[in-house]
């Protein structure tokens, strides 16, 4: 895949500020970027799919076929166009992910030009080129700081994650779980297949209905969170 300008720089930054992880992924090859910013027909409707996609991806293509050492560095960045829509998408798209696949033992993160985040050591969080969607392993213990504020109704998803090598299923799912699994090897995926792929196995409608009834749910819990 052609280098896309800023984006080496842009990892390597986390690696030093905030992410050691990310320093061993680089050296171990765990690191899959996937660049959606040419896909001519791309619209804000398609992340959500590729997201899911992309989830699978990494647990049927990457993380079920590696050692348990290594499969904590393996991680995906979809990268997405700049623009306020997709910017929204990436948002939604980020939640639907941890409704659907912190079970799984997956964490998420979102992040966007002039998105102004500041890290926990108080540093700046460095902001990439594109916005981006990062999909990697969750880690037991470690990451439980992230689930508080907005994610602490999926706390319980994270203690408890377990992958059960099974396709996440639902009424957003259109394909049979072999079908899907079939379509899963990235050795000669373009972006433009992914489109594809994820427009024919996922629903956009039913994963919005399912981020909006989740939505209520997790603004519920977090009022009551102590």
Not at 168 to 176: E, H, I, Q, Y
């Amino acid at each position: 895949m052609q280098e896309i300008e800023g984006v080496d720089a842009y990892i390597n930054a986390v690696f030093h500020s905030h992410c050691p992880y990310l320093g061993l992924a680089l050296q171990d090859g765990g690191i899959d970027i996937v660049d959606y910013t040419k896909v001519p027909d791309l619209v804000s409707d398609d992340l959500p799919g590729l997201g899911c996609l992309n989830a699978e991806r990494l647990r049927e293509c990457r993380r079920s076929q590696i050692s348990a050492r290594r499969r904590i560095l393996v991680c995906a960045i979809l990268i997405f166009p700049n623009a306020a829509n997709i910017r929204q998408a990436v948002s939604k798209t980020h939640f639907i992910l941890k409704v659907l696949f912190t079970g799984q033992g997956l964490l998420f993160g979102k992040f966007w030009p002039g998105q102004g985040l500041v890290g926990e050591n108080g540093l700046a969080v460095p902001e990439p080129p594109l916005p981006v969607l990062v999909l990697r392993s969750s880690l037991a213990r470690r990451d439980e700081h992230f689930f508080e504020n907005k994610s602490r109704p999926f706390r319980d998803d994270y203690l408890c994650a377990e992958d059960d090598g099974e396709i996440v299923s639902g009424p957003f799912l259109r394909l049979a779980a072999n079908e899907l699994r079939a379509a899963l090897s990235p050795d000669q995926a373009e972006a433009s297949d992914d489109l594809q792929v994820s427009r024919a196995a996922y629903g956009s409608k039913e994963l919005i209905k399912l981020l909006e009834s989740n939505h209520g749910k997790s603004r519920k819990h977090d009022a009551l969170a102590p």
